[in-house]
């Protein structure tokens, strides 16, 4: 089946340290990968996305790369900022009509 | 690029009452969007894909009539909380399909949420 399975958090880091959200799929076919957030009480934001192998997918400073050979598309940003402080939804998408989310990464981060 | 907008955002009610919530895509059309529940510190539960000019189409466990979903417009999709009980109390959250020309993949957007509290 479909499905994606994040690192569990919560994530707690210091202002300007390095980030990593561990995210890896099981896909029937060769999805599209999301990486969404969610600030306090919003709904979901698309941060990035890739839809083929070894693409990368940036923005606001975060990257992900789609690494079919290890079915990882994992989230990290250089220097997290307080502003950064979210949940962060991996996901992924086949024929465009579903898509899988993982759990969710609660990340803080303290100044 | 494309927005969704979600309302009510915040809405109280009591007990046995019924609730609607609205979603629009509000720049482009969306022959299908998605209704979503959240529970606090979780992740999001897909309840039904809502198809327009056809039934939505429900998860397991997903009551169809207390859930009652209607998709009459390619922009505006509604859920009603039917008779609705303390345990409906949920953060709600709706999204359309888009199509996004750069990439050439569908993607998600994602309404800001409706918190129901039932009393």
């Known amino acids: 089946g479909n499905s994606v399975t994040q690192m569990e958090g919560p994530v707690t880091l210091s202002e300007e340290a390095f980030l990593t959200i561990n995210c890896t799929y099981t896909?029937?076919?060769?999805?599209?990968l999301f990486w969404y957030v969610q600030y306090p009480g919003e709904g979901l934001q698309l941060l990035l996305k890739a839809t083929k192998a070894d693409d990368k997918g940036s923005n606001k400073g975060f990257e992900a790369t789609y690494r079919k050979e290890t079915t990882s598309f994992h989230l990290e940003k250089g220097s997290v900022q307080v502003s950064d402080s979210a949940v962060y939804f991996c996901?992924?998408?086949?024929?465009?009509?579903?898509?899988?989310f993982g759990t969710g990464t609660s990340l803080t981060v303290i100044p | 690029g494309a927005v969704v907008s979600q309302h009510p955002s915040w809405v109280i009610c009591k007990s046995g009452t019924s609730v609607k919530i609205e979603c629009r895509s509000l720049d482009f059309q969306a022959t299908t969007m998605f209704w979503y529940r959240q529970f606090p510190k979780q992740s999001l539960m897909l309840m039904a894909t809502?198809?327009?000019?056809?039934?939505?189409?429900?998860e397991q466990g997903v009551e169809k009539d207390k859930f009652l979903i209607n998709h009459a417009s390619l922009t505006l999709s509604t859920l009603t909380v039917t008779s609705a009980h303390p345990e409906d109390s949920s953060f709600y959250i709706c999204?359309?399909?888009?199509?996004?020309?750069?990439?050439?993949?569908?993607?998600?957007?994602f309404g800001a949420g409706s918190r129901l509290t039932v009393l």
């Open positions: 896909a029937t076919g060769y999805p599209s």
């Open positions: 809502s198809n327009e000019g056809s039934k939505a189409t429900y």
């Open positions: 999204s359309a399909r888009d199509w996004d020309r750069l990439s050439g993949a569908n993607v998600l957007t």
């Open positions: 996901a992924l998408s086949l024929t465009g009509n579903q898509f899988y």
